[in-house]
């Protein structure tokens, strides 16, 4: 797989996408036709697909943090800074990653890895239903 930074449309803040290398066995079928095929060609890693991921973390947004590589103080350190908001925890969280983690790491796939590994099914599902 490739990545790239790239700029967003309205927003200075970069994006990432995952480029894959030959479209293998990652296609998907037009919906009212079942038939045409077609390649996926990227999935955007951007801050609303990590919203809508926080959003069905609930109380194990600690616990994605740790399996992502998060210090446990800057978990501490947003618990404190969010106070009673386990939504925004998530999401800050969940932005931490995206900020600062190596770019080689910070893809799709080590995302639902970590859902997978922490059993928190709702998130995974929202991933799912929103990079299809």
């Known amino acids: 797989m490739k990545l790239f930074i790239s700029e ?3 927003s200075s803040k970069p994006e990432v996408q995952m480029l894959a ?3 293998e066995n990652r296609t998907f079928k037009d919906k009212e036709t079942q038939t ?3 390649p996926v060609e990227s999935v ?3 801050e609303k697909l990590l919203h809508s991921v926080a959003k ?3 109380n194990k947004w600690q616990q994605l943090g740790r399996e992502l590589g998060i210090k446990q103080v ?3 350190i947003i618990k404190s800074d969010f106070p009673n908001d ?10 931490k990653w995206f900020q600062c983690c190596d770019p080689a790491n910070r893809t799709l796939k080590t995302l639902t890895e970590a859902l997978t590994e922490i059993e928190c099914f709702d ?7 929103d990079t299809n």
């Open 123 to 129: 998130a995974l599902e929202r991933l799912s239903l």
């Open 86 to 95: 386990t939504a925004e925890q998530s999401f800050q969280m969940l932005y």
């Open 21 to 23: 290398e030959p479209p």
């Open 36 to 38: 045409q095929e077609e």
């Open 8 to 10: 967003g449309p309205k």
């Open 56 to 58: 069905k973390l609930g």
């Open 44 to 46: 955007n890693l951007d």
């Open 74 to 76: 800057d978990l501490n």
